[in-house]
């Protein structure tokens, strides 16, 4: 019992020690400059991929149930924090506080949220979290572009209509603008509180799985009867790791929300594509596998967005002119061999051939 | 996985080191960013085909005060968080002037970023407000408010009609940009308007209910913020339950007669105010029109003729102000906006068009309505 103690402590001890590194490195580079701008541009979305894949890997990987909302529950976290952001941005200065709130506020009401989804979906057995999660996230990305709220001396106005209808005395400005979503927003994410909360997430989601109560999770992920005949309360479980789950998502939202000028709410960026988007880092790194979860993204999103744009850059060969104007079909086809390759049954089997036979561990 | 991290993170390092590499000034280097792939792609691509255009015409005649121009079109896929990736990517790049982004939200987020580094920049064709916020961003196109309001004016003051209904896109920035400050001029004007309806982005096929209500509020005019895809749906089902009113659209309306399968008699009658026609016989469009044919195909758009505009407005503000690519980002950028502001600049999109301090164009929109199959100026 020791030794598998001591030999999770060791795998943890690895999860964090390959964010501190990736930190450590990068910082300095950054701070000094010597980083390419491409690159020092993306620490940031790597940090909040990196949050939304950990937590989604909670839901998908530890209690089993398939989400496809994870998006829904950024967006509530984006639009609350940034909403906050803007109403105080003249009375709070200081930044650093001003996230923090906003990052409180962002993830209780994604895990608010959570919480309402769960509670009716979770006590059914079969994919209806999946069905609902998947109507919530075009839901909440639907409403949040009807929504109108504006502010002047008279206090907050609210409409679901038009910004016209918000009838706004002088001096009033508009906060949330229907489909043009929010602009304007301090922009108070930076690389090290997006390393700190990706270490949060890990520490949350590991002490999560390593507890008691992830014991009782994963139980019900491996057999629902017999931890039901143990007296598992089964829904009492299934929620706590779905809201956390949807706390942590709202808290990626939040960083994504103050890393850009503006938000709003597209298909592109909360809606279903993106939820797929987090699926596919998670399925990538491994259901299940917390370690995973924290490289697939940062792979997929250079892969992506650094090296198939650098192409074009690094010379006049038609090859790379080919790659990188043809990117989001060299995507798709990255995709498809790294899942051929890590996961096909006969492609493992080489692999260890090759390598010699590493034991699969699944906890990370 | 192990393994795959370490492969990457050499081949980063590789990379990293090429990325520093110093490059020699002796071109100007104009990027541009816009949707290239996904739903917005047309207007991205565009935009792409026509600086490039452009570019070529200026290099052979040679040049911005007598430098070559380069050209570097990077992918969006009109999202904000992607835009701003494409403009870091075209940093590296050495990246001197930034003509973009191409659609209002990516704008928005790019602008702040240029602001920061103060590198001149100039939209061909984001439309909201704040995308020309910044005192370095300068835009082609007009604004959004501004189209609303010039569309009432001119509905106003040429009377074509008493009762209007509306029809707009409500979760599109642009659709619902114009449509409130119709609503707010139209206030003023000597029209009522009496149906206001709204379809998104979700629901933009069957507009039996919009069009039903604007006939039973007996408009005689339905104006048509949106863009043309939805624009020829309208007015097909509109003819199917015998509502002949008169139409009157935007600039999004441009491109109508080429939808493919609309019955273009259909479209006979129908008013759009738009800077741009490429059916214009004057020498500058015929040409542009013809070498876009024969190079990409198809009949260029509006956004296509702002982006080649839009080049050439650099060309002038550059030479207006006598820069050379040599100067830092931050040098070329003052003078870039010293020079817009001085020049009057003859384009496809508009004669004698200038620019104020905001970044604003003042140009005249040309009033259009449709004649046997083809643009007819209205006056």
């Given at each position: 019992m020791k030794k598998t103690i001591s030999r999770t402590a060791r795998q943890n001890a690895i999860t964090y020690g390959i964010v501190l590194a990736f930190f450590a490195v990068m910082q300095p580079l950054a701070m000094t400059g010597k980083l390419s701008s491409s690159l020092s541009g993306l620490l940031i979305p790597f940090c909040y991929y990196v949050v939304l894949a950990v937590s989604l890997n909670l839901t998908v990987g530890i209690l089993g149930e398939l989400s496809l909302g994870h998006a829904g529950f950024m967006c509530v976290g984006a639009f609350a924090s940034a909403f906050f952001s803007k109403c105080v941005q003249?009375?709070?200065?200081?930044?650093?506080?001003?996230?923090?709130?906003?990052?409180?506020?962002?993830?209780?009401?994604?895990?608010?949220?959570?919480?309402?989804?769960?509670?009716?979906?979770?006590?059914?057995?079969?994919?209806?979290?999946?069905?609902?999660?998947?109507?919530?996230?075009?839901?909440?990305?639907?409403?949040?572009?009807?929504?109108?709220?504006?502010?002047?001396?008279?206090?907050?106005?609210?409409?679901?209509?038009?910004?016209?209808?918000?009838?706004?005395?002088?001096?009033?400005?508009?906060?949330?603008?229907?489909?043009?979503?929010?602009?304007?927003?301090?922009?108070?994410?930076?690389?090290?509180?997006?390393?700190?909360?990706?270490?949060?997430?890990?520490f949350i989601v590991l002490r999560l799985i390593q507890s008691r109560d992830g014991r009782a999770i994963m139980a019900i992920r491996d057999n629902r009867i017999a931890a039901e005949s143990i007296g598992i309360n089964i829904t009492k479980y299934k929620l706590m790791a779905f809201t956390v789950s949807a706390a942590l998502a709202g808290a990626g939202g939040v960083l994504y929300a103050h890393n850009l000028a503006t938000l709003t709410a597209t298909s592109k960026n909360f809606g279903y594509n993106m939820s797929i988007m987090i699926l596919v880092y998670v399925v990538m790194g491994g259901i299940g596998n917390i370690r995973g979860s924290v490289i697939a993204p940062v792979v997929l999103n250079l892969v992506l967005d650094y090296?198939?744009?650098?192409?074009?850059?690094?010379?006049?060969?038609?090859?790379?002119?080919?790659?990188?104007?043809?990117?989001?079909?060299?995507?798709?086809?990255?995709?498809?061999?790294?899942?051929?390759?890590?996961?096909?049954?006969?492609?493992?089997?080489?692999?260890?051939?090759?390598?010699?036979?590493r034991k699969e561990s699944k906890e990370g | 996985m192990n393994k795959f991290a370490k492969i990457a993170s050499c081949v980063l390092a590789g990379t990293m080191v090429l990325s520093t590499s110093a490059f020699a000034a002796d071109t100007w280097k104009v990027g541009g960013i816009g949707p290239t792939t996904g739903g917005a792609a047309v207007y991205g691509q565009a935009v792409a085909n026509a600086m490039q255009i452009a570019a070529d015409e200026i290099n052979e005649a040679g040049g911005i005060n007598g430098y070559q121009v380069e050209i570097n079109f990077q992918d969006d896929e009109h999202d904000a968080e992607k835009a701003v990736n494409a403009y870091n990517t075209l940093k590296d790049w050495g990246m001197q002037i930034?003509?973009?982004?191409?659609?209002?939200?990516?704008?928005?987020?790019?602008?702040?970023?240029?602001?920061?580094?103060?590198?001149?920049?100039?939209?061909?064709?984001?439309?909201?407000?704040?995308?020309?916020?910044?005192a370095n961003a300068f835009r082609v196109c007009f604004t959004d408010p501004a189209q609303g309001t010039m569309s009432a004016l001119y509905i106003g003051e040429h009377g074509l009609a008493e009762k209007v209904a509306i029809i707009y896109n409500s979760s599109d920035v642009y659709s619902t940009g114009i449509y409130e400050t119709f609503v707010t001029e139209a206030e003023s004007q000597g029209f009522e308007v009496v149906s206001v309806e709204a379809f998104t982005e979700d629901s933009k096929t069957d507009f039996s209910v919009q069009l039903q209500k604007a006939k039973e509020a007996g408009a005689d005019l339905v104006f048509l913020p949106i863009y043309y895809t939805e624009a020829s749906l309208i007015l097909t089902q509109a003819a199917a339950m015998e509502y002949a009113p008169t139409f009157f659209g935007v600039d999004g309306m441009d491109g109508i007669l080429d939808v493919e399968g609309f019955d273009t008699t259909l479209a006979e009658?129908?008013?759009?105010?738009?800077?741009?026609?490429?059916?214009?016989?004057?020498?500058?469009?015929?040409?542009?029109?013809?070498?876009?044919?024969?190079?990409?195909?198809?009949?260029?758009?509006?956004?296509?003729?702002?982006?080649?505009?839009?080049?050439?407005?650099?060309?002038?503000?550059?030479?207006?102000?006598?820069?050379?690519?040599?100067?830092?980002?931050?040098?070329?950028?003052?003078?870039?906006?010293?020079?817009?502001?001085?020049?009057?600049?003859?384009?496809?999109?508009?004669?004698?068009?200038?620019?104020?301090?905001?970044?604003?164009?003042?140009?005249?929109?040309?009033a259009m309505v449709i004649e046997n199959g083809v643009y007819a100026p209205m006056e």
């Open positions: 003249g009375t709070i200065t200081n930044s650093l506080v001003r996230f923090l709130l906003a990052l409180l506020i962002g993830s209780a009401f994604a895990a608010l949220f959570g919480i309402l989804i769960g509670i009716p979906v979770l006590r059914l057995r079969g994919d209806y979290l999946a069905i609902v999660t998947l109507a919530f996230g075009e839901i909440i990305k639907n409403l949040v572009n009807v929504l109108f709220i504006g502010r002047d001396s008279e206090g907050i106005h609210f409409s679901m209509k038009d910004s016209l209808s918000l009838h706004l005395g002088e001096g009033g400005e508009v906060l949330v603008n229907g489909p043009q979503g929010i602009s304007g927003i301090s922009r108070d994410s930076t690389f090290i509180l997006g390393t700190i909360l990706v270490l949060l997430t890990l090296f198939l744009r650098k192409f074009q850059l690094m010379g006049d060969s038609p090859v790379l002119q080919f790659l990188s104007d043809n990117r989001m079909l060299i995507y798709a086809i990255v995709l498809i061999l790294i899942m051929v390759m890590t996961w096909s049954p006969k492609m493992v089997e080489k692999r260890n051939a090759l390598f010699g036979r | 930034l003509e973009g982004t191409v659609t209002s939200t990516p704008c928005i987020a790019v602008a702040a970023e240029t602001l920061n580094d103060n590198m001149f920049q100039i939209t061909p064709s984001g439309s909201a407000q704040e995308c020309a916020a910044g009658g129908v008013m759009l105010l738009t800077p741009f026609v490429a059916s214009a016989e004057d020498e500058l469009t015929q040409n542009f029109v013809s070498k876009f044919e024969e190079l990409y195909g198809g009949i260029p758009n509006q956004f296509a003729a702002d982006a080649y505009d839009g080049l050439y407005a650099i060309k002038a503000a550059a030479e207006a102000s006598d820069l050379n690519p040599d100067m830092s980002i931050s040098d070329i950028c003052e003078g870039l906006k010293a020079g817009m502001t001085s020049i009057t600049f003859d384009g496809l999109t508009g004669a004698g068009c200038t620019w104020d301090e905001n970044g604003e164009p003042t140009k005249d929109p040309k």
